[in-house]
């Protein structure tokens, strides 16, 4: 293909990974290197370094990016906050786009999250629920913690509450609930409830593909290789911000 981004792959084996090859062509893209278990993570003669497979994989990500001088893209979620440092100190030196969901829908659902909270004000409990098939690893999806930073950045409070047993008493109005359904094949649901007194706002996402994620993650990849080192996410990348 003439002039086409050439992307070295992470997690190519991976369902992530088969959706973005299946889609490059469209996007101008060649997939020059399709990387999984047991393969040296290695980003040379490609324009950007694309990761979707598993956070532990993140330092290896960094470490090629940073040898080769390669932009990188990452879609993995669920890092620890020791893993999400070494992508942080790596934008020092190279252009990242990290970022917990790709789709432009989901973009406009953090910035309409925010507005909300804006416009709402204290008055109105918060929660989080999302749902992903049975085969996620990990929890909340990153989708959802990026809400629930949004929330937290509005409302001033730290305090999130995963899921609720027993006598838990009455509401903390301050807390934020995040709570995580799986099951199924379902790509990925997020809805941010505003509970007031008599009104109820619910803000809602549904990805039926993970096709939307793809196309993202390779406009992304397209968007990052002309940038100047640092750390940016999707807003960046469609200009929201
Ligand atoms: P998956 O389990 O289908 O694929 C992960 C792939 O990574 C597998 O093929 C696995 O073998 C591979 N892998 C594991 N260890 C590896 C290693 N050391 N080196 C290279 N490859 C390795 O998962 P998936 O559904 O494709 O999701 C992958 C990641 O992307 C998850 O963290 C998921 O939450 C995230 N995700 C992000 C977005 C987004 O928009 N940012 C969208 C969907 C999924």
């Given amino acids: 293909m003439k002039n086409a981004l050439r992307v070295a792959l992470v997690g190519a084996a991976g369902r992530m990974g088969q959706t973005i090859i299946a889609v490059a062509n469209s996007e101008s893209v060649e997939i020059i290197s399709k990387l999984d278990q047991g393969d040296q993570i290695a980003s040379a003669g490609a324009d950007v370094l694309i990761d979707f497979s598993q956070p532990d994989v993140g330092n290896a990500v960094c470490e090629a990016g940073l040898k080769a001088n390669t932009p990188l893209v990452i879609g993995t979620t669920g890092h620890s906050l020791e893993q999400r440092k070494a992508i942080e100190s790596a934008a020092k030196k190279l252009p990242i786009v990290f970022a917990s969901n790709f789709s432009v829908g989901v973009n406009a659902l953090f910035w309409l999250t925010e507005q909300a909270a ?7 409990d918060l929660e989080i629920v999302e749902m992903h ?28 509450r995963y899921g609720r047993e027993g006598i838990v008493g009455e509401r903390d109005p301050s807390e934020i609930g995040v709570h995580a359904i799986r099951g199924g094949d379902v790509v990925g649901e997020h809805t941010v409830i505003f509970a007031g007194s008599g009104e109820r706002l619910e803000l809602t996402h549904r990805a039926a593909s993970r096709e939307t994620f793809a196309r993202g993650a390779l406009r992304a990849a397209h968007w990052v290789k002309g940038e100047r080192p640092g750390l940016y996410d999707m807003r960046d990348v469609l200009g929201l911000k």
């Fill in 133 to 160: 098939h049975r085969l996620k690893k990990d929890a909340p999806s990153g989708t959802a913690r990026t809400l629930a930073e949004i929330l937290q950045r509005e409302r001033k409070t730290t305090q999130l």
């Fill in 118 to 124: 804006r416009v709402l004000g204290d008055g109105f």
